[in-house]
Each structure stands twice: as C-alpha cells, then as structure tokens.
C-alpha cells in the first residue's frame, strides 16, 4: 500500500514518522511517545501513566489471588506462569538486573523465573537466589538466543500454564499474576488453543534499589514518572502451551522487528491475540540506553533481512499493540476480555 511504501523504503524509516503517518491515516488511532525520544513538538502527544497504574493495582483481586496461591502450594494447581529472560554479565546493567532477580523471584508461587546464560558467573548467581537457570542452545547474529528454542527448553522442562519471554529490564507487579489467574478462572479463553497476550510497558527513568524494591513501590514510580510507550513496542510474549512455537521463525530477541512480527503472525493465522495493557503494570527500567536501545545494536536487522528472506511482504504495521483485536480491562470490579475494532490499516492481508 501507500502507506507501507513511504514506511519501508529503507527497511524501517523513522518510528516517529511512522506513526505520524497512521495518526494521519486514521486520526481515532492514539499512540503514545516517549518523551526521552522524541522531539518537544511531539511530546505533546504524551500521555502520563499515573491514572493508568493506579487504577490497574487498585482491581487487583487479593482473594482470589490468594486462594490460587494456596492451591499452587497444595500442589492442587501447577505454577500459572514460567518467565524467562536472557543475560551475561555487563556492568553497566547490574543494578537492572539485580532489581529483575528479586522482582521476579517476589512472583512466587505463581511464577517460575527462569535465565537462559552461557555466562557462569550469572548462572551461580540466579541459580543461588533461586531462579532456575537453563544454557543457550541455540543462537544467531554473532551468539544472539533463537526465540523459539528457549520456549521449547523451558516448555520441556517446566510444568506451567503460561510460558513468556520478557525483555530483563521489566518489572511486573501483582498485576501479572492477577490478570493470567483471572483468564484462566473468569473468561472463556481455550487454553488448548494457540494464545498470545502482550502488552505497551511503561517507560520509568533512572529507578533506584529503594523504588524496585516492591510492588507498592513500583506502582507508586510508574504513577509519578512513569510514561506509557507507543505501541510499537511489545517486550514480553505470554503464550499458552499449544502456542507452536516449533512452526515460528527463527527471530533472536533484541533485535528490532521479531516482536511486531510474532503479533501480526499469529493475528493472521487466527489465533487469539490479547492486549493486556490495561490489567497489566510492566514497567521498563530505563537507562542511559534509552528506550530504542535494539535499534542500536550490531546486527539491528537481523530479524527484519530473516523474515523479508521468508515472507518476501512484511506489514508490521498490523503487529503494534493498537491492532489487536482482544483486551483485558475490569469495569466495576469485574475482570473480562472485551473486543475492539481495529482499523483498516490493522488487516493482515
């Protein structure tokens, strides 16, 4: 199309001019910048999170919550959720990851951290604090992880209900547990059917020890300084055990493009896509990287040169957050998936 053209012509333009473009398209389509990477004129556009992480921590259902925890423990339920991410040793994200390890770890019973390492001293080390640790099979782009095999190691070794792959520098709070316990007791979604939920993060600069520290206080930064990303940006990938991660692509994690890809891929093969933004608090510990740091590493296009080799016509247009057709949201009280109407720009075909 029009559109796709003056996007693509090399490979992936601007971002920004991007979404200029489908703001004009369809003016009812409301994306959200970072005020970290856009210009002032932009930052008009930005919308603060602040209402937004409140409201989502406030719908959190403690006592269903609790009775799931006591059935995990009991053994009557297995865990809801292994999580997985992927690091070596740099120390200039030491205390990102360090807040990653114990924030993640506070998802117990719920949740199984899992990090794929071929570095020693970063396995002796989660494996000390209790996470589980796995090695890097499978790699491309100068040793980057292949995505699909880590689902399949952690789907071969752990026992869930949910498997996702996130980003290491994302925090989550009870939200996370909360909105999978919900899906799994209160909405109608087959869980013996390929599923994807994804969702926008949001963006929290400079976070220190003391602010990562809890959920309470993670919650109050996203409200206080927190900034919700456009929804180009999909850093965590929670898929149900059927998802067939052996037919995927071989895309590697930190590079641009595979995210967009994964959600357009699986919109067009009819699987159940979900947005879960709304129920959801992910916050992204960001540093002086900024928050288009894959854009700026060796070997960015990887993914992008894979999937053109494979599928010749890309729309990753359809694969940003907006396009989505299902999402979670509580009204009064009450947890459901609701459907939304996309644009004409969000086909698939």
Not at 279 to 295: D, I, K, P, S, Y
Request: hydrophobic share 35%; aromatic share 12%; charged share 20%.
């Amino acid at each position: 199309s029009r559109l796709d053209t003056a996007v693509w012509k090399d490979k992936f333009g601007s971002v920004s001019y991007y979404l200029k473009l489908l703001e004009k398209a369809d003016t009812s389509l409301k994306i959200e910048f970072s005020a970290g990477n856009v210009s002032k004129q932009e930052q008009t556009t930005q919308s603060p999170t602040s209402t937004v992480a409140a409201k989502i921590h406030s719908n959190v259902n403690t006592q269903q919550l609790e009775k799931y925890r006591s059935r995990i423990l009991n053994q009557e339920n297995v865990p809801i959720l292994t999580l997985f991410t992927t690091w070596n040793y740099n120390p200039d994200k030491n205390l990102v990851h360090n807040l990653t390890v114990t924030n993640w770890l506070s998802l117990h019973p719920f949740v199984i951290p899992v990090v794929f390492t071929n570095d020693s001293d970063v396995a002796a080390d989660c494996s000390r604090k209790g996470w589980g640790v796995l090695p890097v099979l499978v790699s491309a782009a100068e040793g980057i992880p292949v995505l699909k095999y880590m689902y399949r190691d952690v789907m071969e070794k752990y026992n869930t209900t949910f498997y996702a792959y996130s980003n290491a520098d994302i925090l989550f709070t009870d939200t996370l547990p909360d909105s999978l316990v919900q899906i799994i007791t209160n909405t109608s979604l087959d869980l013996t059917q390929p599923g994807m939920i994804v969702g926008k993060r949001t963006n929290v600069e400079n976070v220190t020890l003391d602010e990562g520290s809890d959920w309470y206080n993670i919650t109050w930064v996203a409200k206080e300084r927190g900034k919700l990303f456009t929804g180009w940006a999909e850093d965590y990938f929670i898929t149900t055990r059927p998802f067939p991660w052996h037919d995927m692509a071989e895309v590697v994690i930190g590079r641009r493009a595979y995210d967009n890809w994964l959600v357009v891929h699986s919109r067009k093969l009819k699987y159940t896509v979900i947005d879960a933004t709304k129920t959801v608090l992910a916050v992204h510990l960001t540093t002086e990287a900024g928050n288009f740091e894959g854009h700026s590493h060796k070997n960015r296009d990887y993914n992008h040169n894979l999937l053109v080799k494979m599928f010749k016509r890309l729309k990753y247009n359809a694969g940003i957050i907006e396009c989505i057709e299902k999402f979670t949201a509580y009204e009064s009280g009450n947890f459901s998936i609701k459907d939304r109407t996309v644009l004409k720009g969000c086909a698939t075909g």
